[in-house]
C-alpha cells in the first residue's frame, strides 16, 4: 500500500516556538504538497514542491517555510508559532504526470499553538 | 482565480437512500478537470471520483456518479443506496488542464455526511 506518513497526529506549542512538520512518502513522487485544513473554508495550499530542494509557494506561505532536501521527505516550518496557526496540517504527494493524477494525502497533524 | 463554492455545510441522508451534494466552480479556462474527495473520521483523505472537462459523459464510480453541467459550471456528487461508511466530509475539487501534476488544486469549503441508520 502506498503511504504518506505524517510525524505526529497531535501536536500542542507555545507561541513563538519554532515548529517542524515531517511528511514522507513511499512513492517516489515527483509533488509534494502542504495544505491548511479550517472550518468552512476548506483546504487552502501553502506551499508546494515539484522536485528536490525546489519549492513554490501557494497561497497562504506567510508566515510558513518549507524544506525538501530528499524526494521522499517535505518538511513544513512554522520560523515562530502564532495562535492563529492553529489547523489541521496535510500534506499530500502527486506523481509527475497530468493534471487529472490523483493526490495521495497523510492523516494530518493537528496543531494547537497556545 | 478559480473558485470553488460548496454551498451545503451539512447533509444528512437515511441508510439506503440517495443523495446528492453540491458544487459550483468558476474558471475562465476551458479544459479542466473536478474531483470529489472524501475525508472519513481517521482524517485520511482519499479520491471518490474524478471528471475531465471535454468528456461530455459522467463519470460514475460504483455507488458514486457525478452530474457535470459545464455551461452551468456545476458539479454535483450523487452517492446511491448511501451506507455507513459513507458519513464523511467530501471536499469537490478543480485544477486547470494546463496546470500539469504540480500544480495546486483549489479545494471547496466541504460539506459534512451523515449517514442515519
Known amino acids: 500500500d502506498v503511504k504518506v506518513t505524517q510525524s505526529s497526529r497531535y501536536l500542542v506549542k507555545r507561541t513563538g516556538e519554532k515548529v517542524f512538520l515531517e511528511c514522507v512518502q513511499d512513492?517516489?513522487?515527483?509533488?509534494m504538497f502542504w495544505y491548511r485544513q479550517d472550518p468552512g473554508l476548506g483546504l487552502r495550499l501553502i506551499y508546494f514542491s515539484y522536485d528536490v530542494k525546489m519549492k513554490e509557494k501557494g497561497d497562504i506561505p506567510e508566515g510558513y517555510s518549507v524544506s525538501r532536501e530528499k524526494k521522499e521527505r517535505f518538511s513544513l516550518i512554522l520560523e515562530s508559532a502564532s495562535t492563529n496557526q492553529t489547523s489541521m496540517y496535510l500534506c499530500a504527494s502527486r506523481p509527475l504526470g497530468g493534471a487529472n493524477e490523483k493526490l495521495f494525502f497523510g492523516s494530518g497533524t493537528q496543531l494547537s499553538v497556545l | 482565480a478559480q473558485t470553488v463554492t460548496q454551498s451545503q455545510p451539512e447533509m444528512s441522508v437515511q441508510e439506503a437512500e440517495t443523495v446528492t451534494l453540491s458544487c459550483t466552480y468558476d474558471t475562465s479556462e476551458s479544459d479542466y478537470y473536478l474531483f470529489w474527495y472524501k475525508q472519513p473520521p481517521s482524517r485520511q483523505m482519499i479520491l471518490v471520483i474524478r471528471q475531465e472537462a471535454y468528456k461530455q459523459q459522467n463519470a460514475t464510480e460504483n455507488r458514486f456518479s457525478v452530474n457535470f453541467q459545464k455551461a452551468a459550471k456545476s458539479f454535483s456528487l450523487k452517492i446511491s443506496d448511501s451506507q455507513l461508511g459513507d458519513a464523511a466530509m467530501y471536499f469537490c475539487a478543480y485544477t486547470a488542464t494546463s496546470s500539469g501534476s504540480a500544480r495546486q488544486l483549489t479545494f471547496g469549503s466541504g460539506t459534512q455526511l451523515t449517514v442515519l441508520p
Open positions: 512513492m517516489d513522487h515527483e509533488n
